[in-house]
């Protein structure tokens, strides 16, 4: 059986804080719950515009988290000082509008080669995993290679918004044949964006898939159940339905 981690995302438990500029509810205490409740790690996004993850949430996480700790972030000078200053166990490099509403695509490793290289670079040299979020196509599984990454997260929003059998056994392909790729060139393989308590499953046996980073339908989910028992449920999908190697 193949061994899934679980990292939760808990930005928008802090984007519901943001909504009302108070300090309730709080995403240091959603991160206690779901580590409690079975997750593997949490994972958090300190976006340029500070829409939801505060500074102040990044840096006390790194006292609370006791499972892995991933730190998504864009190819900012500022967000890399100050993820060099936290030390997370793991860093996603993301690409980043101001204008979207969430994460769209992957990174554009042909078009930030030099820049993304040189930050696997600087964090390797402080024992940081440097993971980038990409499309799953495996000329971009290649050159994430080069740069010298560890990881690469699969994008998996498009299949998640693939309507009809036809489209979305198409995007399962494209999954498979990337994670393939990234296996047999040395690429640790992670998955996120989009995944739910429906979809989740089918991507479960990616070749070499190691970890997934869900939020947005645990914390929406969690709105009508508590978030000690959405990521219970979560954790049961990705530890009962992994699939023998």
């Known amino acids: 059986m193949q061994n899934i981690t679980l990292c939760v995302n808990i930005d928008h438990i802090a984007t519901l804080r943001q909504s009302r500029g108070g300090i309730e509810p709080d995403p240091l205490q959603g991160a206690v719950i779901a580590e409690e409740s079975g997750a593997d790690g949490i994972t958090v996004h300190l976006r340029e ?11 006390s996480l790194r006292d609370i988290v006791t499972g892995k700790y991933n730190l998504e972030m864009a190819l900012s000078d500022e967000i890399i000082s100050i993820a060099r200053d936290i030390v997370p166990d793991q860093i996603t490099l ?3 509008k101001r204008e979207e509403l969430t994460t769209e695509g992957g990174l554009d490793v042909k078009g930030a080669f030099t820049r993304v290289s040189e930050v696997v670079k600087a964090f390797h040299a402080i024992n940081v995993i440097v993971s980038l979020f990409v499309e799953p196509d495996p000329d971009v599984m290649k050159l994430s290679k080069e740069t010298g990454a560890d990881y690469v997260e699969l994008h998996t929003g498009t299949y998640c918004n693939a309507f009809g059998h036809e489209h979305m056994n198409r995007e399962l ?3 498979y044949a990337a994670a ?6 040395g690429l640790g393989v992670n998955a996120g964006h989009g995944l739910n308590y429906e979809n989740t499953g089918l991507i479960l046996g990616l070749p070499g898939l190691e970890e997934l980073n869900i939020g947005h339908s645990i914390i929406s989910r969690s709105v009508f159940t508590g978030l000690s028992l959405a990521v219970k449920e979560m954790v049961d999908i990705v530890r009962q339905s992994a699939p023998e190697e």
Do not use: K, N
Not at 49 to 58: C, G, P, T
Not at 180 to 185: M, Q
């Open 94 to 96: 993301v690409p980043e």
């Open 180 to 185: 393939e790729c990234a296996v047999d060139i």
């Open 173 to 175: 392909d494209r999954l």
């Open 49 to 59: 515009d500070r829409r939801h993850i505060q500074d102040a949430d990044v840096r």
